[in-house]
């Protein structure tokens, strides 16, 4: 069409006359990464992004190191590191597709409505494992001996993940009147912690959350963390992230950071974000002495790790979903791309939101050293971060 | 009573006006109500009464949580509405629907009042015994009459006025009543009327003594010889009265507002009328190949026996072109298991097609039981639509199910959740009003009036490629979003005003479930271009240029802009003629001067006389025409952008009338739904409502086919712990 949108100057015609005078790269607007174009955002380059097979992808891809594993429509697919090329692409019986991935010796996990091993370098099944319900809302764990998770019915099962056999499950709330659901499991040492959502009443809006710390090797319950009391609603909305002698946790409905101590069970800190706005839906991340996490609130925020004091938080277009560390750059994904600087938080630019195309990423991060994987709406993209 | 107004002229003489007869409780007052058509005139009225008392205690009483003593007994006024329908079936019985709530207490049911006819001339019963025969213990409502909500004859009004006192626009006289009182009519200017008895009311039989006043207001309408016609509308009623009890004086003080409204007033000739535009949009869609069909939802099978249920065909993009209001097919189907399952509830003006793009995808992960596709009157006062919804749940067998609600449907959504009736355990909004739309400040008029005012200031300058777009979403949004099925009013507007009633009653509730709310954002500009054609909207296919739609209307605004350059370059050529450049003399003229700037390799001549020739001057001219062209599209385009955002966003604190003044605009909007208005807000409740906003993206409309949206929602599913589908 003649004249078709080569720019957009968005302000009066008086002030577009001005521009004339004034130039008119003046009206340029800020430069975001379509599909396939521009190379970089914020320092960020993009080393490739390959088209869906199948479609949206969701959940939290990982990586081996060597191949990119994502998911969407229930369908897992491999992708080449380097190329973004997919080497396989198969479509388990997982029922219900599980919140995250996880590969250890030669195999990708995840649990949904059932646990399923696959082969890393053809996809193949090579084991499955039905628990009593659902698992899909919350994220696994492993370690170079088992698989750690938990379900809607507040059970934390451990399974070989040689064989998928089960080695231990425990409930950690057999009193409970109502729900429970484990939000997500992560292990360290002889330990394995669970982030539960226990509701008090029958819909959940009073509800308690709680961290369990439970023996690795038999489930046993060592201690337990209790955050609230029923008079309201508080739960532990993801999976403890292990951190020197802190375990570090996000409360959801209260847009709280809270680090409790992994070995008393005690509250060390909480830090709290703006009210009235959904939490993060991950832990925070951390490097060095510092906590990085990304809420609901719109802001990502840098905190003393051991203190939980805010040294810097940066808004975002729009609510968070993901936060990963990546070189010397933070990415948070926004439904869209941001890059921040690790030390000051600033902005440096944003991509990835095609929304006219409806390209834009969904999952959390996959990161290999100085590379960071994401998965979205229409395609999977390879980040390589300064 | 109140049909005084519509009593037969006998009963008009001098000494028995209309008030005097409007206390008599057994008047047996003969109606000729012309605003009743037999069989297809239904009137809705929403009733609010506010009633504080104080009652002082001969004995005092302890307070049980001070333990102090207590020697009055105060009553706060409890606003909540009470919904009537009324309405005369063809077997000539006045029937009246009337729906309440009092706590967790629900009473529903039509109640038929029997009443007599004789030719056109409807003998119709007093207030006190229309609600005593229903055994409704409505104490706010003794004072009110259905038939005084409803509209009074206004030639008999007139005739009683000038009875009263003619010549006389204000105070008109005092008299007396048959039991003494004194009445008082008051016209404090042409359209308004208080009427103030003194001496009280009266109630079952008993007089009530205190001061009673009602208040109208005087509304014009079609008649039905095509004149405007004049009609008096109680508007509210206000009860002060002493009355003496065993414990001592009761003073209790009663405002009741009253609003109605009227719809479906001539079903055939709206059914008419829908049909002749359904039928010029499928000529449309036919025409227009590129417009892709908005998928049938699968097949869904019922659970439950809950109405009829409609082919798929029903909920093809045609059917869902139905407009607002009542009517349209049911459908309310069941799939998945018999608890925590997803349930979609559409917005007003709007069906199940909204929930096209979404579904499948919902449906992938989580149980869809049941959908709310047309209400049976989406125009209907909101709690009135919430019972039905809760009605349905309640018939599909399903339980704690998550109700997900766009725009007004949230708020059906939440009241639905809040009746604690064990059927909702979370409520998601997206993009709705829980505090109001700036939009339905503005009556329908008033509203389609701005904007048409606006479109038929730029229509003298849309002559650019891509601008008769503008035209088009001009023409289809007045019709979409404003026009309801005739020229009355639709009582889900006057709910979803800001700072209305429901809204007042709906956020000062607990709420026991698990919520949260979805903001959008469509951006600052063209965001009426966006409401229609939205990519992957099912509205899309209302309009065949799709999300072209805002590409081509940012391409006229561009082209505008480029016209308006070339424009000026063209003078600029015009008046800067004869210059010599790089050792080449050029000129437009027929002869230059030698005296400009030497030494350098550019120089114009500063002695050229300006205009020197007819090409300069047709150069100059020609390119004032573009540029006055060029900036006038564009300023005409702002101005139907600003009066949009006006109508949708306007920045309160600015004083009217500064339409076009880009502050007077206020931060974010969906097109609809100004982003102050979508949020959730912080409602009695031990828990957050857990705000989710999202990135510029789609609109009001285009905003439940999002795929952002989509993201948002099934994270949050997945936050309230719903059942994965299994």
Same mark, same amino acid.
């Given at each position: !069409?003649?004249?078709?949108?080569? @720019? ?19 009206c340029?607007?800020p430069?975001? +990464? ?12 993009v080393l490739w992004?390959?088209p ?5 992808h ?10 990119f594993y994502s998911?969407?429509?229930r369908?897992v697919?491999?992708?080449?590191l ?11 019986? @997982? ?11 030669g195999k ?5 409505s059932?646990?399923?091993a ?7 099944? &090579?084991w ?11 994220e696994s ?10 379900? !809607? ?5 451990a399974? /070989? ?13 057999p009193?409970?009147? *109502? ?14 912690y669970?982030? &539960?959502? $226990?509701?008090?009443?029958?819909n959940?809006?009073r ?7 439970l ?11 209790? /955050?609230g ?7 532990i ?6 951190v ?10 209260q ?7 992994r070995?008393?069970?005690q ?5 709290a ?19 990085y996490?990304?809420? *609901?609130?719109?802001y990502?925020?840098a905190?003393a790790?051991?203190?939980g004091?805010?040294?810097?938080k940066?808004? #975002?277009p ?8 990546c070189?010397n ?13 690790r030390?000051s ?5 944003t =991509?990835?939101?095609?929304?006219a $195309? ?28 300064p | 009573?109140?049909l ?27 109606l ?12 809705a009225?929403d ?8 009652i002082?205690l001969?004995t005092p ?8 003593s ?30 309440r ?21 409807v003998?119709?019963?007093?207030p ?5 025969? !229903?055994?409704?213990?409505?104490a706010?409502?003794e004072?009110?009459?259905?038939? =005084? ?21 204000g105070?008109?006289r ?20 208080? &009427?103030?008895?003194e ?7 008993t ?22 016609e ?8 206000? *009860? ?17 507002? +009253?609003? $109605?409204a ?8 709206e059914?008419r ?11 449309q ?7 892709a ?9 019922s659970?439950a ?8 065909a029903?909920?093809t993009?045609?059917?869902s ?10 459908h ?6 018999s ?5 979609? $509830? ?6 199940a097609?909204?929930?096209?793009? !979404? ?5 992938d ?6 959908e709310?596709a ?6 209907a ?5 919430a ?12 339980r ?12 059906v959504?939440r009241?639905?959740?809040q009746m604690e009736s ?7 909004s997206?993009?709705?009003p829980h ?11 008033e509203a389609t009036?701005a ?8 229509g ?18 007045p ?7 005739n020229?009355?009013? #639709? ?6 005003q800001?700072?209305?009633? @429901?809204?007042?009653?709906? /956020?000062s ?16 500009r ?8 939205d990519?992957?909207s ?6 065949p ?10 391409t006229?605004y ?5 016209? #308006? ?9 015009a ?18 001067? %030698?005296g400009? %700037?030497?030494?350098s ?5 500063p ?5 020197d020739?007819? @090409?300069d ?15 006038a ?5 702002d ?23 880009a ?16 949020r959730?807000p912080?409602?009695?409740g031990?828990?957050?409502?857990l705000?989710?906003?999202i990135?510029?993206?789609h ?5 439940t086919a999002s ?6 929602l ?13």
């Amino acid at each position: !069409m003649f004249f078709t949108g080569l @720019f957009r100057f968005r302000h009066t015609a008086a002030l577009a006359s001005a521009s004339l005078v004034l130039g008119i790269a003046a009206c340029e607007e800020p430069a975001d +990464i379509p599909p396939g174009g521009q190379a970089s955002v914020g320092g960020v380059r993009v080393l490739w992004r390959t088209p869906l097979a199948e479609g949206a992808h969701l959940h939290a891809p990982t990586t081996d190191g060597a191949r990119f594993y994502s998911e969407g429509n229930r369908r897992v697919e491999a992708y080449a590191l380097t190329t973004g090329a997919r080497t396989w692409s198969e479509r388990p019986d @997982f029922r219900t597709a599980p919140a995250n991935y996880l590969v250890r010796d030669g195999k990708v996990l995840g649990v949904g409505s059932r646990a399923v091993a696959l082969d890393v370098s053809s996809g193949r099944e &090579v084991w499955q494992f039905t628990p009593d319900t659902t698992a899909a809302l919350a994220e696994s764990a492993a370690d170079e001996r088992a698989l750690y998770f938990g379900t !809607m019915s507040h059970r934390v099962y451990a399974l /070989n993940h040689a064989d998928g056999s089960l080695i231990w499950s425990t409930d950690v709330g057999p009193e409970w009147q *109502h729900r429970g659901i484990i939000r997500g499991v992560s292990v360290s040492g002889d330990t394995v912690y669970a982030g &539960v959502d $226990q509701h008090v009443t029958p819909n959940g809006e009073r509800s308690i959350g709680w961290i369990f710390a439970l023996e690795r090797a038999t489930g046993r319950v060592l201690w337990s963390y209790q /955050n609230g009391t029923g008079q309201d609603q508080r739960y532990i909305g993801s999976a403890p992230r292990v951190v020197g002698r802190l375990l570090l946790a996000v409360d959801y409905p209260q847009n709280t950071f809270i680090a409790v101590d992994r070995f008393t069970g005690q509250e060390v800190w909480r830090t709290a974000g703006i009210p009235s706005y959904a939490g993060a839906d991950e832990a925070p991340v951390v490097s060095g002495d510092t906590a990085y996490a990304a809420s *609901h609130d719109q802001y990502v925020y840098a905190m003393a790790l051991q203190t939980g004091h805010v040294l810097w938080k940066t808004r #975002m277009p729009a609510g968070n979903r993901a936060l990963a560390i990546c070189g010397n750059r933070l990415l948070a994904n926004y439904l869209g791309l941001a890059v921040l600087d690790r030390q000051s938080g600033q902005l440096l630019g944003t =991509g990835l939101n095609d929304y006219a $195309q409806n390209d834009f990423p969904t999952t959390g991060f996959a990161v290999a050293g100085n590379r960071a994987f994401v998965s979205g709406e229409k395609a999977a993209y390879g980040l390589e971060c300064p | 009573m109140l049909l005084a107004g519509c009593r037969d002229d006998a009963a008009l003489t001098p000494g028995t006006g209309p008030e005097g007869s409007a206390l008599d409780a057994h008047a047996s007052t003969r109606l000729r109500d012309p605003e009743i058509d037999q069989g297809d005139t239904w009137f809705a009225i929403d009733i609010i009464s506010e009633t504080s008392a104080a009652i002082p205690l001969s004995t005092p009483l302890p307070d049980r949580r001070t333990g102090r003593s207590v020697n009055t007994l105060e009553f706060r006024p409890r606003p909540e509405p009470v919904h009537v329908e009324a309405g005369y079936g063809a077997d000539d019985q006045l029937r009246l629907t009337i729906y309440r709530e009092e706590g967790t207490i629900r009473s529903v049911g039509n109640h038929v009042v029997s009443t007599n006819a004789a030719g056109e001339q409807v003998s119709s019963t007093t207030p006190g015994d229309i609600f005593g025969q !229903m055994g409704l213990p409505l104490a706010s409502m003794e004072n009110t009459s259905i038939a =005084g909500g409803l509209f009074v004859d206004t030639a008999a009004f007139e005739r009683a006025l000038r009875a009263t006192d003619p010549g006389d626009p204000g105070l008109v006289r005092g008299r007396a009543d048959r039991r003494g009182g004194r009445i008082r009519v008051h016209r404090p200017d042409d359209d308004r009327l208080h &009427v103030t008895v003194e001496g009280g009311a009266t109630q079952a039989n008993t007089e009530i003594p205190g001061t009673m006043v009602r208040r109208y207001r005087k509304h014009a309408r079609p008649g039905k010889d095509g004149k405007r016609e004049a009609w008096w509308v109680l508007e509210e009623v206000e *009860h002060t009265a002493e009355m003496q009890q065993n414990a001592g004086t009761r003073r209790r003080h009663t405002i009741t507002r +009253i609003r $109605q409204a009227r719809w479906n007033q001539n079903r055939e000739q709206e059914a008419r009328r829908f049909a002749a535009i359904k039928a010029r949009r499928r000529s449309q869609l036919r025409s227009n190949a590129a417009a892709a069909p908005v998928a049938a939802p699968a097949p869904l099978a019922s659970l439950a026996p809950a109405g009829p249920t409609p082919s798929t065909a029903s909920l093809t993009t045609n059917e869902s072109e139905f407009p607002c209001g009542p009517g349209g097919p049911e459908h309310f189907a069941a799939t998945g298991s018999s608890g925590r399952n997803v349930v979609f $509830q559409h917005g007003i003006c709007s069906d199940a097609g909204t929930w096209n793009g !979404m579904r499948p995808r919902v449906s992938d992960r989580f149980y869809v039981a049941t959908e709310q596709a047309y209400s049976v009157n989406d125009a209907a006062p909101l709690w009135y639509q919430a019972l039905e919804l809760e009605g349905k749940l309640r018939a599909s067998g399903t339980r704690d199910n998550v109700v997900v609600g766009h725009s007004q449907g949230g708020l059906v959504a939440r009241r639905t959740a809040q009746m604690e009736s064990g059927l909702v355990s979370g409520v998601v909004s997206i993009s709705s009003p829980h505090t109001g739309a700036m939009i339905a400040d503005f009556t329908p008029k008033e509203a389609t009036g701005a904007l048409v005012d606006a479109v038929a200031r730029l229509g003298g300058y849309c002559l650019l490629p891509g601008c008769g777009t503008i035209g088009h979403v001009a023409n289809e949004l007045p019709y979409r979003y404003f026009s309801p099925p005739n020229d009355g009013d #639709m009582p889900a507007r006057l709910d979803n005003q800001r700072g209305s009633p @429901f809204l007042d009653s709906l /956020n000062s509730r607990y709420e026991p479930f698990r919520r949260a709310g979805i903001e959008n954002d469509a951006g600052p500009r063209f965001s009426w271009a966006r409401l229609i054609g939205d990519a992957g909207s099912p509205r899309e296919a209302f309009n065949p240029q799709g999300q072209s739609t805002v590409n081509d209307v940012w391409t006229g605004y561009d082209n505008a802009y480029y016209v #308006m350059l070339f424009g000026m370059l063209l003078m600029s050529v015009a008046i800067t003629d004869d210059c010599y450049y790089g050792g080449n003399y050029w000129s437009y003229g027929d002869y230059w001067y %030698y005296g400009g %700037y030497y030494g350098s390799s550019y120089w114009c001549d500063p002695y050229d006389p300006y205009l020197d020739n007819w @090409f300069d001057w047709g150069t100059y001219h020609l390119g004032f025409l573009l540029y006055f062209f060029g900036s006038a599209a564009r300023g005409v385009m702002d101005d139907v952008d600003w009066t949009w955002d006006y109508l949708t966003t306007r920045n309160e604190a600015l004083s009217e009338p500064y339409w076009l003044r880009a502050d007077a605009i206020g931060p974010g909007t969906d097109g609809f739904v100004q982003l102050s208005g979508q949020r959730y807000p912080e409602t009695p409740g031990a828990f957050s409502p857990l705000r989710r906003p999202i990135p510029y993206a789609h609109s009001h409309t285009g905003v439940t086919a999002s795929p952002l949206v989509l993201h948002e929602l099934t994270s949050t599913l997945g936050q309230f712990g719903l059942p994965q589908r299994f």
